[in-house]
């Protein structure tokens, strides 16, 4: 079971491969979970996060699962969704003082484990890849160049 973010591209990454590693030299069977699902042991929840780039990312576990890829907002957009939601706990993994209201926790092994367990109809399986928030950039050399 492995965490397949959003998160750190590089730690993803790694984590993603290490499980790969696994797979091939103990046989274990791969599999994959939005890290997202792991912050909170309750069924519905909202989970922020920095996407960077002057951007932010809002994300609704329901039924332990994550329903659909996280939505991009601005600063504005994220301030007006969360005063708009008052019965369901919003949660992050980044500091994010500008939103007060937002508790902070991380994203535990274990629970990725559990939800994995309860749902096993949700599992990313391989070729396992990174939960990507935007489209991933790759930076090509100018003609003539190599």
């Known amino acids: ?7 750190s591209y590089t730690g993803t990454r790694i984590a993603i491969s290490a499980a ?17 699902c ?18 932010f990312f809002f994300a609704k576990i329901s039924g332990g699962l994550l329903k659909s890829d996280p ?23 980044d500091e994010l003082p500008q939103f007060a209201s937002v508790k902070r926790r991380f994203p535990s092994a274990k629970l990725l484990c559990l939800r994995a367990q309860t749902s ?11 939960l990507y928030l935007r489209e991933p950039h790759i930076t090509t050399p100018r003609s003539g160049q190599k």
């Open 71 to 93: 939505e991009l907002l601005s600063a504005d957009e994220m301030n007006k969704r969360i005063s708009s939601i008052t019965t369901i706990p919003i949660y992050t993994s």
């Open 38 to 55: 792991a912050i909170s042991d309750e069924n519905d929840f909202y989970v922020i996060g920095d996407a960077k780039r002057a951007s």
């Open 120 to 130: 096993p109809q949700n599992l990313a399986r391989a070729p396992l890849a990174p």
């Open 1 to 7: 079971m492995v965490g397949l973010g959003p998160g």
């Open 20 to 36: 790969i590693g696994l797979e091939a030299t103990i046989g274990a069977a791969l599999a994959g979970i939005s890290s997202l």
